[in-house]
Every structure is written in structure tokens, then in C-alpha cells.
């Protein structure tokens, strides 16, 4: 036993005036009675005002002491110390995604998380730790490993929904940091398990998967594209979603809040459904694309498509010819190909995008490139190694902008080489344990190597390969798609600079408006967390030099199919280990909290009910003669 | 207080329909309304004895004798008056409340004497204060000491303390015919009351008590700290009132007054309880007899 605070000790000192109170004599008001037999005596004077009396014995006094003792003791903090085994810590993860936005659970999905994990931060034992990761796309952490429960209930008062698509490898890893340092962690995930991007394999600590959710029934738009056409642009839209029967909707497409045009869309539950807007005027503004559905989940019932003014982006092509990639370069509005024989030095000029197609690229003099089946040997960061046959895609990122509506799951390659790579470079499809497709990003530019041949592939051939190269030339020369400037949440926005713009106000779909002072040529910000249109408007001492829109639009099909699973493919690995004992010192005061407010009540009670002084009151019956008789 | 108003030419009329109840025939003095223990020459037939020499010869029951030849002589009940008696207490405790407690008293014992001296019987009016028993009249019979009786009544006023076991047994002891008699008081007299009651009835008494209390006694208004101050002895207690005191007060009260209703009942007295609010008339030809003091 000892005292954390001892000098609270002197609080004692307090007894002295209650006693002293108790040694005044109470003026009382005087009133004539014709008789004293039946009244009760007086119990012990609490009030004084007059001199002294003798001291009389109380037990309100006696309680009023140990009350005081009680909570002088626990203002002295006592403690003892106790030999017990370290609790664990205890992440509570929080998939904040689009999806949890879903209605199926009232209010919504995470909110009856947060409900889930109020109880479950209640069923913990007072001495484990807790932490709080929450996030989408990006993962946060909200709280630190705390005892402090207050606080972890206060933050997930105030955890939102975000409108980012669910990164649940980027959460759990997160969350794997914060509770693996202590060898016996927990992670506990509230979610709903609608995760595009599932990371597989074991963690290494314990995983506890609540999920939420109740059904799926949504419908919303994952892929927009506008590509040039005879009479004017035209307008593919895709819809999917979890939907639980084939019907058909109505998509209507708006200009300014004008009704252009309006498409009834089968859609079934396996394919989902598509409609392609043709004729429209190539005039710059946003296009505003709205799915008339009632289903659970909003955010991706519409999207907003920003045209701003053609920008020209400069590609050269080194290599033997790609008739399929020199076509799908063509199809992007805006860019100027060049081609260049595979043995000729890199030109002087300074181009957007460098396309090395198996060619032994001199990349030093690049920025942006891309790099289609590099020949064995070393490249910068990453090393050739011998040809691996007929391999088959095991795993792709779908939610890097490189892969945005592109299913590389049914990809038919005819052989690639082994790569291996620096940790620099995020491995975006896999084939067994080779790398296929890879991408950086370095202060030189933004570089991309796929390192098999197109040409032995089926790439090509598939609806998604357009797509992917104008993913690829958007994301590496930071354009956005050519004239279409269409992003997620949390997607980096870049803007190409004016030279003479001095300052840049960028604002955001709810009105707010942010101001920064370019110091590049390209300025990227990344406060993008809301869906709608976000207008970029450059300014030279107070004066408009230039204007451009981005649309930032939910776009994921993962999101989009709000069917809850629940179970994840992932796994928590390893009981928690009991570690050994320790000392600690166990706080009393609470015991002694409670004490004073239990002797409060009985104090209470006394007064007013339980002890009465009888000796001086005369018995009922006349002095108890009655009795007897 | 003047009894005299309070008692109209109707309410006395009304009076005088009523009687004090007697429980058991007892000799008289003179020839009266009630049944007496004597036998002797009235219209209600007693029973026959057998004749004795000295017995008046016109009291020979000839019919019993032409049919037995043997003399008998008829015995009929004699009918002569009661003397009641009334004690109204008259200690400070008395001179409290709102209504008071010794108006209150001094106008029952008021009603009750009218009905007796309408009634033919003799009436004893007396006082208690202290130890002793002051009478308020002689033994008096006939309707026309009424007055006399009103204006005794009127000139009582409370003083002294109470007690009741001295001044009861006190009484008892006086040579005087016994009869009913009708307690008024509050019984706050600390010795008891008890051995004073008893010895009433050892005396012949037909005792009856009516207890009274005030409103302010029977649901005190008191509260917070207060010094009570008895008014009859002085004594001074010092309480710290609240609403539980006042429940155990009421317990208090409540277990004392059933307990003196028990051994009332036990010991063949009758015990009326009695609050001053309860107005005259209704207490007089109601209550009474409903509780049989009055027929």
C-alpha cells in the first residue's frame, strides 16, 4: 500500500470544524406545546449560531467524520501494488468508405459501427489500451493507445463518412503498426466489407471482423469516358452495383442544369448496365450525369464530367510499331504523337510522355515515361531477370488511377520477364510472384513498367486497354484524361501553371474557397474529399489568367456494390501472448469514492429516518404504568 | 364564552329529549325516573316473598293465597333519581389550541348537565387542577339551577397542572352517592391516569371518558428547529423537526391513544376520543349517543 498524493493528507484538518460546528448551540425558535409527552427529543444540532455546548456524542457526526476520511483517503490516491499481467491494446479500425454511407442500416452503416464499437469499447477491461484508425482510401489515426475511454468516445462521435473508396490493406497495416509493437495487440474492424482492393494473406496479430450491413441494394455509376465522335463527343457511362434483380433505369445527362439527353439503361444483377451518349456538343463546361434510382447509397448516383480547354500533351513513341497502342494514343484528344526509330537518340525536345516499347530506353533524359517489355538486365530500380511462360494475373490494383475501369483479370499474356523491383515501386498486377506492372513516382516524373509484350498478349484486344493507355497518359503527364479531368476522392488534382499566374484559388463543390502561391510549373493540390466540381482559377496580381475544372466523382465499383460480407479474406494470425508479470499499482480510490457516497446516503437516512435520541422521550401511556396495569 | 348563547331555547328543547345513559340500578335519594335497587311500593312488580311479620299487610297477595293458603307479599321495583357526575379538567394544557380544548369542555359538560337536571336526576359539576377537585356546584336537581349551573361553568378558567391519579382518587374517597360520571380531559398528565380511574370504579362509578385533543395535536404544523415549551409544567425540549418527526409523532399519538382505548375497554370504561373541531350538536346528538352515554 502507499500514497500517490500524500499531502492530501492535511485534508484531514477539516475535522476540526465539523466538530466545532457540532460544539455550537442552535438557537431555536420557541413555541408552546400543551404537552411534551408525545414529541420526539431533538437529534444532534447541525446549525449553530450561539456560543458553546458540551459535546454531545452523534452518529451523524460519527458518518460526517468517516465521509471526510473516505474522501481525504481517496484525494490522497492510495494505491496497491499488485503483480498482474499487462492487458492487451485494442485497434478499433473504422472503414469510413463511401459504402458505410449505405441507408440498408439506419441512419447508416457506420453509424451502427460506431454504435458496435461504443459497446464493444464498454466490454474492455478499464486497463486495456485502445486506439483509433479510421479512414477510407487514407487511413488516420484518430487516437493514439489510450486507457482514456472518453476520448475514444469522443472521436467516434465525430468520425464521418467519406465519399473515398475503402483501402483496407492501406487501414489494416495501419493498424497492424500501432498494435503489433507490443507483441499483444488486437485489431478489431468495423466495416462493411465491401473492399475493392482485398489484401490476402495472414496479419500478423489477432483480427476480430465485425461486420455491418444488411443487404445489397444499390446502383451507381463506376466509369465515365468522353471521346471524340462524327457529331460530336460521345459519352460512355457504366453502371453497376449490387442490385438484387435485372430492371432498367433512367440516366439522364444535364448541362448546366439542362436536360441534354436521357437514356433508359437495362441493367442486370451479373453485368450491371451501360449507356453511351452520343452528339454530345464538345462545348467546355460540366456535364452532369444522375442515375434516377432509389437504392441505399447516393453518392454515386451522380457525376459530374469537367471539359476545360484542349491542352496539348506531347507523347514520342520509341519502338517497332504498336498499331493497337498508336491507335488508342490517337483516340486521346489532345495528343501529339511521335514516333522514333528503336536505335535513334532521344530528341532534344522536351516531351510529356516517353513510350519505350522494348527497346533498351536510355530513360536518364526522360521524365514520364513508360516502359512496355524492357529487355533483361538493369533498370533504374528495378532488375530484368529471364522469361517466365504463359503466366496468369493473380492480383491488380484496381483502384490506382492506372487501372480505373480496367479488368486486367482475364488477361492472357504469352510470357513476361521476372522483374524484380526497389520498394520504390508500387507492384500494380501480379502474375504468381512476378511483378507485371509497376509504377513510380520521383521528382524526375511519374514512370510505368509493364514488362511483358503487348503484342504476345491480349491486351490489346480487350475494351480496357483504350482505357488503361489513357489512364497511363493522364496520371504520367498530370493532365488529367486529356480534356476530361475526372478524379476520385483524395485524388491529387494537378494544375499546369501559367507563367504569369501568381496565385491560385481553387473552389471546392460546397463553396469554400482554398488560395495558394504556385512555386512549379504543375501545382497539384489534394483536398479532395468531396464529390462535385472544384474550379481552379489562376490569377496574376488580382486579375483572371486562366481558369479549369475538375470533377471529383465516387466512380468505384467496389464502392458500388454494397453487398456487407461477412467474412473478409484476410485473417489475424497468433493468439496474443501472455506476457509476463509485472508490478502495478492498483488506484483505490474509487473504493473509496464509492464509500463516501454510500456513508453520504446513510448520513442522509439518519437524519432523517434511522437514529432518533429516546431516552429523554417520555413513554406513550403514561410513563409506562399503563403496561402494567 | 357565554354558554348562555350557545344554548338557544330550541337546542335546550332538544336537550331535554335526551337522558344519560345508567348501566346498573343503584339507590337513590328521592323518588325519581330511574330504577333503583330498593323495592317497595311502585307500579313495576318485582317479584313475591313470603310474609313476614312487620310487612305491611295491604302488600298480601290474596289470589296466591286462596290458591297456596300461605301469605305472600307482592315486592315492586322502586324508581328513584341517579346522581351523575361530570369532571371537567381544567389544567393549563386545557387552555390551548384553536378550538380550545377547555371551551370545548366546558360546553359538553354544559349539554350534558342541562340533560341531566332535565332528567330529574342529581347533578355534581367539579373541576380538576392540580391534585384537587374543586366543585363547581352542590348536588343540584331541577331544570331551574340551569343557570346557575351556565354561570359556574362560565367563571372556569385553567390553571394548575394535571393530576389525575390524585385528584381522581381524592374524589373516589368523598362520601357521596356514586353514579355515572363523564371525565373530560386531554390525559396529558404525566403521573397517568390510571390508578385514579380505577379507583372510581371501586367507588361505584360508572366511568366515562372524553378525550380531548385539539386540531394542533392531532396534525402539529411544526417545523424546523424549535424549542417546544410545555405550557402546563414549563419544560422545555429542544427539536429539530421534519416530516419524518412528525410521522413519528403521529405514530406516538396514535399508539398512545389506542392503548388508553384498550385498557378503557378492558376495564368496562367507555373511552370517546374527541376533536374540538367536532361541532356541538353533532357531538351531542350524535356522537354521544352513538357511543352510548346518551339515550
Known amino acids: ?629 | 364564552m357565554r354558554l348562555r348563547d350557545t344554548f338557544g331555547e330550541a337546542l335546550l328543547g332538544k336537550l331535554s329529549r335526551l337522558r344519560l345513559a345508567v348501566r346498573r340500578a343503584r339507590p337513590g335519594r328521592q323518588s325519581g325516573e330511574r330504577r333503583s335497587t330498593k323495592k317497595g311500593r311502585a307500579i313495576e312488580f318485582a317479584d313475591f316473598r313470603r310474609y313476614a311479620v312487620g310487612d305491611d299487610p295491604r302488600l298480601i297477595d290474596w289470589n296466591v293465597y286462596a290458591r297456596l293458603e300461605k301469605l305472600f307479599v307482592r315486592l315492586y321495583q322502586e324508581e328513584e333519581d341517579v346522581t351523575a357526575h361530570i369532571l371537567i379538567d381544567a389544567s393549563r394544557s386545557m387552555d390551548w389550541g384553536e378550538p380550545q380544548k377547555l371551551g370545548f369542555a366546558l360546553r359538553l359538560g354544559a349539554a350534558l348537565g342541562y340533560i341531566v337536571l332535565a332528567t330529574a336526576d342529581r347533578l355534581v359539576v367539579s373541576t380538576l387542577r392540580d391534585d384537587r377537585v374543586v366543585p363547581l356546584t352542590p348536588p343540584l336537581r331541577g331544570k331551574h339551577y340551569t343557570l346557575g349551573l351556565f354561570r359556574r361553568l362560565e367563571a372556569v378558567e385553567a390553571g394548575g397542572t394535571t393530576r389525575l391519579n390524585a385528584a381522581l382518587t381524592a374524589y373516589a374517597g368523598r362520601p357521596q352517592a356514586p353514579g355515572p360520571l363523564v371525565l373530560i380531559s386531554d390525559l396529558f398528565a404525566p403521573e397517568g391516569f390510571e390508578a385514579g380511574l380505577k379507583a372510581l370504579q371501586g367507588a361505584g362509578y360508572e366511568v366515562t371518558v372524553c378525550h380531548v385533543l385539539a386540531p394542533q395535536e392531532l396534525e402539529p404544523d411544526l417545523t424546523g428547529d424549535l424549542e417546544l415549551v410545555d405550557v402546563e409544567t414549563g419544560d422545555r425540549r429542544e427539536v429539530t423537526l421534519t416530516p419524518a418527526d412528525l410521522d413519528e409523532y403521529a405514530e406516538n399519538l396514535r399508539r398512545w391513544r389506542e392503548g388508553v382505548a384498550a385498557w378503557c375497554l378492558r376495564r368496562g370504561i367507555n373511552f370517546i376520543p374527541l376533536d374540538t373541531r367536532i361541532p356541538l350538536e353533532e357531538l351531542v346528538f350524535k356522537e354521544l349517543p352513538r357511543r352510548g352515554v346518551l339515550v
Not at chain 1, 62 to 85: D, H, K, M, N, Y
Not at chain 1, 195 to 220: E, H, Q, W
Not at chain 1, 504 to 533: H, I
Open chain 1, 1 to 629: 500500500m502507499g500514497l500517490i498524493a500524500p499531502a492530501a493528507l492535511a485534508l484531514f484538518l477539516l475535522a476540526g470544524p465539523i466538530v466545532v460546528l457540532y460544539l455550537l448551540k442552535l438557537r431555536r425558535e420557541r413555541r408552546p406545546v400543551s404537552s411534551l409527552m408525545l414529541w420526539p427529543a431533538a437529534r444532534a444540532s447541525l446549525q449553530a449560531n450561539r456560543p458553546w455546548q458540551r459535546f454531545r456524542w452523534s452518529w451523524l457526526l460519527l458518518l460526517q467524520l468517516l465521509i471526510l476520511a473516505a474522501l481525504v483517503l481517496g484525494s490522497a490516491r492510495p494505491f496497491r501494488v499488485e503483480t498482474a499481467q499487462p492487458t492487451g491494446r485494442n485497434v478499433l479500425v473504422l472503414d469510413t468508405s463511401a459504402s458505410m454511407g449505405a441507408a440498408d442500416v439506419p441512419p447508416n452503416r457506420l453509424e451502427a459501427a460506431k454504435r458496435e464499437a461504443r459497446g464493444y469499447l464498454e466490454s474492455l477491461h478499464p486497463d486495456d489500451e485502445v486506439a483509433l484508425v479510421v479512414g477510407g482510401r487514407q487511413a488516420r489515426v484518430l487516437v493514439n493507445p489510450t486507457r482514456d475511454r472518453e476520448l475514444v468516445r469522443r472521436a467516434l462521435d465525430a468520425v464521418r463518412v467519406t465519399a473515398e473508396p475503402s483501402d483496407l490493406g492501406e487501414l489494416l497495416r495501419l493498424a497492424v503498426g500501432i498494435a503489433g509493437g507490443t507483441g499483444r495487440g488486437r485489431v478489431v474492424l468495423f466495416s462493411d466489407g465491401v473492399v475493392p482492393n482485398l489484401p490476402l494473406g495472414r496479419l500478423p496479430v489477432p483480427l476480430d471482423f465485425r461486420p455491418v450491413g444488411a443487404r445489397g441494394n444499390n446502383l451507381g455509376i463506376t466509369a465515365v469516358q468522353l471521346r471524340p465522335g462524327p457529331g460530336g463527343d460521345e459519352l460512355f457511362v457504366r453502371l453497376d452495383g449490387s442490385i438484387p434483380e435485372a430492371g432498367r433505369v433512367l440516366v439522364r445527362l444535364l448541362a448546366g442544369g439542362r436536360l441534354l439527353d436521357a437514356r433508359e439503361v437495362a441493367v442486370t444483377p451479373e453485368g450491371g448496365g451501360a449507356a453511351v451518349f452520343s452528339g454530345v456538343p464538345a462545348d467546355e463546361g460540366v456535364l452532369e450525369v444522375v442515375l434516377d434510382v432509389n437504392d441505399d447509397l447516393g453518392a454515386d448516383n451522380r457525376v459530374w464530367v469537367a471539359r476545360s480547354g484542349r491542352q496539348t500533351v506531347r507523347v514520342l513513341y520509341q519502338g517497332r510499331g504498336n498499331l493497337f497502342l498508336e491507335r488508342a494514343l490517337g483516340l486521346i484528344r489532345g495528343v501529339e504523337l511521335t514516333r522514333l526509330a528503336p536505335d535513334s537518340p532521344l530528341p532534344a525536345d522536351r516531351f510529356d510522355l516517353y513510350v519505350f516499347d522494348g527497346v533498351a530506353a536510355r530513360v536518364e533524359g526522360a521524365g514520364n515515361w513508360w516502359w512496355i517489355n524492357p529487355p533483361a538486365g538493369t533498370g533504374p530500380g528495378f532488375e530484368v531477370g529471364p522469361e517466365v511462360l504463359f503466366p496468369e494475373v493473380t492480383f491488380f490494383d484496381p483502384e490506382h488511377p492506372l487501372l480505373r475501369s480496367v479488368d486486367l483479370g482475364g488477361l492472357a499474356l504469352a510470357r513476361t520477364r521476372a522483374v524484380t523491383a526497389t520498394a520504390e515501386w508500387r507492384v500494380l498486377a501480379t502474375a504468381g510472384p512476378t511483378p507485371i506492372l509497376l509504377a513510380r513516382e520521383t521528382e524526375a516524373g511519374r514512370q510505368v513498367v509493364s514488362a511483358f509484350n503487348l503484342q504476345e498478349s491480349d491486351f490489346p484486344l480487350q475494351p480496357g486497354f483504350p482505357i488503361f493507355v489513357a489512364n497511363l497518359v493522364a496520371w504520367t503527364a498530370r493532365t488529367g484524361p486529356a480534356s476530361l479531368a475526372v478524379y476520385r476522392p483524395g485524388d491529387p488534382v494537378p494544375v499546369r501553371v501559367r507563367p504569369e499566374t501568381t496565385q491560385l484559388k481553387v473552389v471546392r463543390p460546397d463553396g469554400s474557397e482554398l488560395t495558394f502561391e504556385p512555386r512549379a510549373e504543375v501545382f497539384t493540390f489534394g483536398q479532395t474529399d468531396q464529390l462535385g466540381v472544384y474550379t481552379v482559377v489562376q490569377l496574376s496580381g488580382g486579375q483572371e489568367v486562366g481558369r479549369s475544372l475538375a470533377a471529383v466523382n465516387l466512380l468505384s465499383p467496389g464502392e458500388s456494390r454494397t453487398a456487407p460480407r461477412s467474412e473478409l479474406p484476410v485473417v489475424g494470425s497468433g493468439a496474443q501472448e501472455q506476457p509476463a508479470e509485472t508490478e502495478v499499482r492498483r488506484e483505490l480510490w474509487e473504493v473509496l469514492a464509492l464509500a463516501a457516497l454510500g456513508l453520504l446516503l446513510l448520513e442522509w437516512w439518519a437524519f432523517y429516518r434511522g437514529i432518533r435520541v429516546r431516552l429523554r422521550l417520555p413513554r406513550p401511556f403514561g410513563g409506562g404504568r399503563l403496561g402494567r396495569a
